[in-house]
């Protein structure tokens, strides 16, 4: 029979009923509860509340898409009261940034882009008044893997590329086992096919920005030390920006700005990236008026700090290879940062 909202609502109430009422665990046969005072009996509603609330909000966080929050205990990224109070308010994020490729079914050394399957950007953001310390990124579920279906990057406002929020709430955990490996699958046509691991291209550090009207994605590298061919020909520098816009919505026709960075934490979000510099930033570090009223660090400033930690860390795990102790996995397992 259809339960009706009638029986549904009585229903509720009798499961809300409290439960009896034990001493020291356990019920006593035929004992009588004293009636509790009016105080007590507010305390324990307000008690089973938050209950109540916090298992709803467990709940909601189990079913949301988004990525667990930056965290900053142990490990090489520290907690800073007086660097987070000076951080610029137009950086709406801070934190590592990776570039892979990956070659293409059967190519184990790709020669040109033709060889290539999409590259892939990896965003591992960190607390917002965090510095980078020595030793590994603590391995917390807040990677996004970015896919590039043009294989390489935009450099100039000519470009407009697409790409897709792969992956959103990841630990590097989890994408190397899922993601970083190679794997053989069976074909129809040509049997077994070799799909290799990913390669490494290079490892920096980033600030997604907003200026109100455009949001930029602002990087710095730190391995290689210095950018070769291989870097060149997928459209990275030493330094660069994209402006970088979320697809339309709300029934608006035009690419949007990204005012929070919880927008991109959601898998297949769709993203655009624009060409704006390199070896500079463009209008990615432009310090908002109030910052500078407030004497605040302008954007330019932070991401050239947090570079140099990180450029100070990657030395202490030993140069180029500490992109391999940064992605959790073994530098047997891949190959090795190439510059041509």
């Not at 929050?69 to 490990?75: A, D, M, R, T, Y």
């Not at 792969?166 to 053989?184: C, D, H, I, P, T």
């Not at 990275?236 to 608006?252: A, C, M, T």
């Amino acid at each position: 029979m259809p339960t009706t909202r009638a029986s549904a609502r009585k229903a509720a109430e009798s499961d809300a009923k409290p439960e009896p009422q034990y001493e020291n665990g356990a019920a006593k046969a035929g004992s009588k509860r004293k009636p509790e005072s009016k105080a007590a009996s507010e305390d324990k509603a307000h008690k089973s509340s938050k209950a109540h609330s916090g298992q709803a909000a467990t709940d909601a966080e189990k079913k949301s898409p988004t990525k667990a929050k930056p965290k900053s205990s142990g490990g090489a990224v520290k907690s800073d009261a007086g660097r987070e109070e000076a951080q610029p308010s137009n950086i709406v994020e801070k934190g590592l940034i990776y570039f892979f490729t990956r070659g293409r079914v059967g190519v184990e050394e790709p020669e040109s882009a033709k060889d290539l399957q999409p590259s892939y950007i990896v965003l591992r953001p960190i607390p917002s008044g965090a510095e980078l310390g020595k030793g590994p990124i603590q391995d917390h579920r807040t990677c996004r893997l970015i896919a590039l279906p043009k294989k390489v990057l935009p450099t100039s406002g000519r470009n407009r590329f697409m790409a897709f929020v792969e992956k959103a709430g990841q630990s590097m955990e989890k994408l190397k086992v899922n993601f970083f490996r190679g794997y053989e699958k069976e074909t129809k046509t040509r049997g077994m096919r070799e799909t290799p691991p990913v390669k490494p291209v290079a490892e920096g550090v980033h600030a997604l920005t907003t200026t109100g009207r455009s949001s930029h994605l602002a990087y710095m590298l730190t391995v290689p030390s210095e950018v070769g061919e291989l870097q060149d020909d997928l459209g990275l520098s030493q330094k660069g920006s994209f402006v970088i816009s979320q697809e339309p919505k709300f029934g608006r026709l035009s690419w949007m700005p990204i005012p929070e960075a919880n927008f991109l934490d959601y898998p297949n979000a769709q993203i655009l990236l624009i060409g704006e510099a390199q070896n500079g930033f463009g209008h990615a570090v432009e310090p908002t008026k109030e910052d500078e009223k407030q004497s605040k660090a302008t954007p330019q400033e932070e991401l050239e700090t947090l570079e140099n930690e990180g450029q100070i860390r990657i030395e202490g795990l030993g140069g180029s290879d500490a992109i391999f102790a940064g992605l959790h996995v073994s530098k047997k397992e891949y190959s090795p940062v190439v510059t041509t």
